[in-house]
């Protein structure tokens, strides 16, 4: 295939199922899709193709006007990087790049955009792992808990209220379950901000409870957004089905196990948003 | 580097510790995470705290997001009235 490389970007708040579909379509002829910058293979992760943005994410929520220089600093050669990767289909899924939508779409206008959605009950559940190291440390952590070296850097990076915002405040004594319903609210609500600008044709909507169940017609639809050709390699559909990354303990509780006060205090923070993304408010009587 | 000559050797003996004397001699001015081997996720935030006990001070997580480059650290340094 000759011209430019198709460009994409996925944007999700974490545990959204990034990482799956990351993997599927690496398996596709000629497409290569990072996970935060990084290759993956599998269970096992490779190298870093892109720097990971892990710091950028605060630095550009905290001050918008450095977006465009993080992504033309760290994203500007994303044509020339599929080209030494011999791909022609070449993104990367990222949370971080919420902050970062307007900036990304100014320079690449011609890029699509994945948006990945999930259930904000499920991510607060999933967020953070209650005990042990986390591996995947996309969530504000239990009060109390000690970090490793890299959950307390990837926190570094982690939004939080900036010093105007009405929780700013209140948010060092916050429980993690509100803190969490915070980051899925403020993280969907940079992205749903940021994707009108993006035309409809350019950008695909990845509700994770439709999507997972709906395979294998869910990964046939993402694959026509892609304009990949022909049939998705065999091990796609197992490469979705592995939860890759799912933790099977040391979660917080289902929100059925929630106390009223909880339940209101997630009502309370998430509750607007996830009206705005069609989700239901569970347990919650005000 | 461009601090003060103390404030480099100061400096220069914290990567020496945290990362590693390789790293250390090869410091300049214009050194980033992205550039400087073993100057990573895992030792950034050994770094910063590293920094906090060298030179008596407090860096909050927005301040420590800017250092990730020597540059950034001089100018916290200097901020801060470590730069002597």
Known sequence: MTGRPQLFFGVGTGRCGTMAVSNALSLEQGVVCLHEGKRRFGERPGPHVLRSLTLENRIAYEDPSCAAEIVARHRGAMSATATTLGCWCFGDIAYNYAPMLDAIRARYPYARLLVFVRDGYDFVRAA?????????????????????????????????????????????????????????????????????????????????????AGLPNSYARLRGFLALP??????TLSALRARINARLSGNMQDWRHWSPEQLETFA?????????LGYELRGHTG | MTGSIALDQRLRELFARIISREAADSLTVDSTTDDVAGWDSTSFVAMILAIEQEFDIEVSALEALRLQSVSGILEMLREKGCAG
């Open chain 1, 268 to 276: 309370q923070i998430a509750g607007p948003m996830m009206r705005r």
């Open chain 1, 230 to 235: 022909g049939q998705p390699p065999a091990a």
């Open chain 1, 128 to 212: 953070a792992a209650v005990s042990g190291q986390d591996a995947a440390p996309v969530g504000w952590a239990p009060e109390g808990k000690s970090l490793s070296a890299i959950e307390q850097y990837v926190s570094l990076g982690r939004l939080a209220p900036r010093s105007s915002d009405k929780l700013a405040h209140a948010w060092p004594t916050l429980p993690f379950m509100a803190r969490n319903a915070w980051l899925w609210a403020e993280t969907n609500r940079l992205i749903f901000d940021a994707i009108d600008a993006w035309p409809e044709a350019q950008r695909h909507l990845i509700r994770f409870e439709e999507f997972f």
